[in-house]
């Protein structure tokens, strides 16, 4: 049986059925990074290029699911605990006041489909998505 991000792909985008992503090889210590939060299913790591003082990329270690629709729908419980990870961050390194972003699709900016949170905290503008 094919995976949901399989069943689902529009051939646009990578399949996760193909090489590992660029956040598997960081799970798995191929790739380095600042890992500050890891549980059975969930990895945090600071983000290479940060937007914000506080910019931390939270992402299932599985990359069956491409972006957070897939993941809502097939496993709302891994979702759940991602948030939960990411409001832990949130607590000990923002006050724990955040922003929770999914980009989701290319067209939204979406540049590794292996479905990922960025967690963002410190000095964010009302009014703006963006950070200052
Ligand atoms: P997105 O554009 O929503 O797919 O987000 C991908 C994010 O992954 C970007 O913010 C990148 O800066 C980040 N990123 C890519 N490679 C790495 C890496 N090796 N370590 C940490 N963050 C990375």
Redesign the pocket.
Known sequence: MSSPGAAQSNGQEPSPDTEPS?FTR?AARE?P?IIVAETDRVLA?????PQAPVHV?VTPKTQQYRNVVELAAGDPGLLAELVDVARGIAEERAGGQFRLVF?TGEAA????FHV?A?LLGGRLTEGSLNAQ
């Open positions: 660029i960081i790739i990074a790591f600071d983000d290479i290029a990329i980009n900016g979406q540049t590794v990922h960025h």
